[in-house]
């Protein structure tokens, strides 16, 4: 079953504009990343964010984490065409190991 | 470096027939990861390598199988492939064998059972 759950599942937006997704997970965790992938391509990992860490930033990339209400959040500032994508969150399987339980992805269309 | 590199990128098979896949990680990763991606199930993990053992395996039926060498790549089998096999299976190396170090997948490769 998947740990993670985005929100939206569909996101269409300009140039220029935010987007930001949510996710849900359901169980404990030391760490959760975000990842993109490329219409039927590899995935790019994009940010990992550590379970005691509440926000985190990469670039036009800003990262939350809420614990207490099992959420994250992505939000992409300033959008271009070239973020269209698929947007995954990812929680790890286990303690032990690298498995990753993916949810089922927002797809953010980006239009100029 | 190289990144992870999956061959054959596709791949055409019948039902009933085996299929073999293949991952060579990032130089000095030790850790491979796979995963099956498929419109209705989404990505879901397959099993998980480190140090040529198997340390954690998704809930697939044992057609699937796999294995990982002494050089860290890594092959997954499917036997007897059904029409829902078809998907594209996604290969991931990690440095390290915890979930604190990001994964780098591979392209993938598209696998599709007639």
């Known amino acids: 079953s998947q740990q993670g759950e985005e929100d939206p599942q569909a996101l269409s937006i300009q140039e220029g504009e935010n987007a930001t997704m949510n996710c849900s997970y359901k169980t404990s965790i030391n760490n959760l990343q975000w990842y993109r992938q490329n219409s039927g391509r590899g995935l790019v990992h994009l940010i990992l964010i550590r379970s005691n860490e509440r926000e985190k930033h990469s670039g036009r990339l800003r990262v939350t984490l809420d614990t207490s209400k099992k959420s994250s959040s992505l939000l992409i500032t300033a959008s271009r065409a070239a973020d269209t994508a698929s947007y995954f969150c990812?929680?790890?399987?286990?303690?032990?190991?690298?498995?990753?339980?993916f949810g089922k992805g927002t797809t953010l269309s980006v239009s100029s | 470096k190289a990144g992870v590199t999956q061959t054959p990128r596709y791949l055409i098979k019948t039902r009933g027939q085996q299929v073999t896949l293949s991952c060579s990680p990032i130089s000095g990763h030790r850790s491979v990861s796979w995963y099956q991606q498929t419109p209705g199930q989404g990505l879901q993990f397959l099993f998980e390598y480190f140090s040529e053992t198997q340390r954690n395996k998704g809930n697939f039926p044992g057609r699937f199988s796999g294995r990982q060498f002494s050089n860290s790549r890594s092959e997954m089998n499917v036997s007897t492939l059904e029409l829902g096999d078809s998907a594209l299976y996604l290969c991931?190396?990690?440095?390290?064998?915890?979930?604190?170090?990001?994964?780098?997948f591979g392209p993938g490769t598209r696998l599709t059972v007639t």
């Open positions: 991931a190396s990690s440095l390290e064998g915890n979930s604190a170090y990001e994964q780098y």
């Open positions: 990812a929680t790890p399987l286990n303690q032990a190991g690298t498995a990753l339980i």
